[in-house]
Nanobody
Framework: QVQLVESGGGLVQAGGSLRLSCAAS????????MGWFRQAPGKEREFVVH????????SQADSVKGRFTITRDNAKNTVYLQMNSLKPEDTAVYYC????????????????WGQGTQVTVSS
C-alpha cells in the first residue's frame, strides 16, 4: 500500500510561482507513473500533468502547458509540480496520484491518492 503526502500549497498572487511536492512511502516508488490532478469547488477533478516511471516522458493538460512542469526524484520517492505564471483559475485543491492503468488523464486510472493541498491564486 502506497501512501502519498502533498505539501507546498498556499496563497500566491497572480503571476507568481509555487512548487508542490508529493512524498511517497510504503511501496516501490519507481514502479509507478505519477500524476497531478486538481479540483476546484463545485467542479469535477481534472487532470493536470503526468510523468512516466523513469521521468523520461511527461504529459500536460492544455490549460497548463508552458506554465506547469512535473518532475520526479526516484531516489527521494518524491514527485514535484512546479507552477509558474499562476492564474486565479488555477485555484484548487491539488492531488498527486499513483497511476495504475488506462488513460493518463482520468482519475479512475490512478490507484493511490494523497489528501490534497490547497492552492489559492489571488487576482
Amino acid at each position: 500500500q502506497v501512501q502519498l503526502v502533498e505539501s507546498g500549497g498556499g496563497l500566491v498572487q497572480a503571476g507568481g510561482s509555487l512548487r508542490l511536492s508529493c512524498a511517497a512511502s510504503g511501496g516501490t516508488f519507481s514502479d509507478y507513473a505519477m500524476g497531478w490532478f486538481r479540483q476546484a469547488p463545485g467542479k469535477e477533478r481534472e487532470f493536470v500533468v503526468h510523468i512516466s516511471r523513469s521521468g523520461g516522458y511527461t504529459s500536460q493538460a492544455d490549460s497548463v502547458k508552458g506554465r506547469f512542469t512535473i518532475t520526479r526524484d526516484n531516489a527521494k520517492n518524491t514527485v514535484y509540480l512546479q507552477m509558474n505564471s499562476l492564474k486565479p483559475e488555477d485555484t484548487a485543491v491539488y492531488y498527486c496520484a499513483g497511476y495504475l492503468r488506462g488513460s493518463w488523464n482520468i482519475p479512475h486510472s490512478y490507484l493511490y491518492w494523497g489528501q490534497g493541498t490547497q492552492v489559492t491564486v489571488s487576482s
